[in-house]
T-cell receptor, first 113, second 116 residues
Framework: GDSVTQMEGPVTLSEEAFLTINCTYT??????LFWYVQYPGEGLQLLLK?????DKGSNKGFEATYRKETTSFHLEKGSVQVSDSAVYFC????????????FGRGTSLIVHP | GAGVSQTPSNKVTEKGKYVELRCDPI?????LYWYRQSLGQGPEFLIY????????DSGLPNDRFFAVRPEGSVSTLKIQRTERGDSAVYLC??????????????FGPGTRLTVL
């Protein structure tokens, strides 16, 4: 079955540091890939997505590239801010099906001033 | 123009009781999803509605769990004979649908269920 593996958190960084959160996946087909973010006290919201190999999703300074050869979709940001502190979830959704996403366990990011 | 709403935001109940959790999706979204999120875990799929019908209920853990969406809008997740292991945040999401396209799911804030 499909699965998503994320690096364990928490990830603790100082403001303006470079961020990488690793995500790898296992899928039977050719999935679409997502990063969702959950800010404290709020619901999940889509951060970015990529639907085919070599696509780069980007939003709010975050980027992730769909790497089919390494089955990865690592999240990066060049300079994090305190306001980026949240839990980040990597997810995949198989095309041709009902698009029900399979989520990773989430990685907590804490950014200190 | 509101997002997905869920009520109640918190529910505390005793073991063995029956609970209902409500989800109001975004107007016009025909797809509706229920998830359960335990502490330190990602959302776990429970059931997916396309219109009024349950298109996929393979994630429901057992027959104590049931969900309805009688008019294709509001949905209710029903849990009978609650157990302490049912304690979690129950999330609802809705999306547009279209053959061959991946539509973004919009999540509600969740209902935190605590079974004592």
């Amino acid at each position: 079955g499909d699965s998503v593996t994320q690096m364990e958190g928490p990830v603790t960084l100082s403001e303006e540091a470079f961020l990488t959160i690793n995500c790898t996946y296992t899928a039977t087909g050719y999935p679409s890939l997502f990063w969702y973010v959950q800010y404290p006290g709020e619901g999940l919201q889509l951060l970015l997505k990529a639907t085919k190999a070599d696509d780069k999703g980007s939003n709010k300074g975050f980027e992730a590239t769909y790497r089919k050869e390494t089955t990865s979709f690592h999240l990066e940001k060049g300079s994090v801010q305190v306001s980026d502190s949240a839990v980040y979830f990597c997810a995949l959704s198989e095309r041709g099906g009902s698009y029900i996403p399979t989520f990773g366990r989430g990685t907590s990011l804490i950014v200190h001033p | 123009g509101a997002g997905v709403s869920q009520t109640p935001s918190n529910k505390v109940t005793e073991k063995g009781k029956y609970v209902e959790l409500r989800c109001d999706p975004i107007s016009g979204h025909t797809a509706l999803y229920w998830y359960r999120q335990s502490l330190g875990q990602g959302p776990e799929f429970l059931i997916y509605f396309q219109g009024t019908g349950a298109a996929d209920d393979s994630g429901l853990p057992n027959d104590r769990f049931f969900a309805v969406r009688p008019e294709g809008s509001v949905s209710t997740l029903k849990i009978q004979r609650t157990e302490r292991g049912d304690s979690a945040v129950y999330l609802c999401a809705s999306s547009l649908t279209g053959a061959g396209r991946v539509h973004e799911q919009f999540f509600g804030p969740g209902t935190r269920l605590t079974v004592l």
